[in-house]
């Protein structure tokens, strides 16, 4: 943006995790956003953010754990939460516990879903 070019300039914080660290948003005449920075003034992140605000919505991921993940309405929300920011990033226990069972299944028995068998 140009010196020349009309902007407003608004002081807010990153909303993704508890950190909040202080941005500045610049705004074209529209409103629309034209510029994001990290706010050097910021009394608590002194200038920091990280990057997701550089990299857009497939920067950031959800992760829920126990027992938040084995609950109804908590993972429906945050992946509404997750697909708001364009990010197709969502971890949970099982990605952890479960997912192992999955790959050796799928080598072992060319299927996946087999994930538990009877003793033999």
Do not use: W
């Amino acid at each position: 943006m140009t010196q020349d070019q009309a902007h407003t300039t608004k002081h807010t914080f990153c909303r993704i995790c508890e950190a909040a660290c202080g941005l500045t948003v610049d705004l074209n005449e529209q409103g629309a956003v034209v510029a994001i920075a990290p706010n050097e003034q910021h009394i608590a992140s002194k200038g920091y953010a990280c990057l997701k605000a550089e990299h857009g919505g497939e920067a950031i991921g959800l992760y829920l754990g126990n027992p938040i993940s084995v609950s109804f309405v908590p993972p429906v929300l945050s992946d509404a939460f997750v697909k708001a920011f364009g990010s197709s990033k969502r971890y949970h226990t099982g990605s952890q516990d479960c997912n192992n069972k999955f790959v050796v299944a799928a080598r072992k028995f060319s299927l996946s879903r087999i994930s538990t068998l009877p003793a033999l």
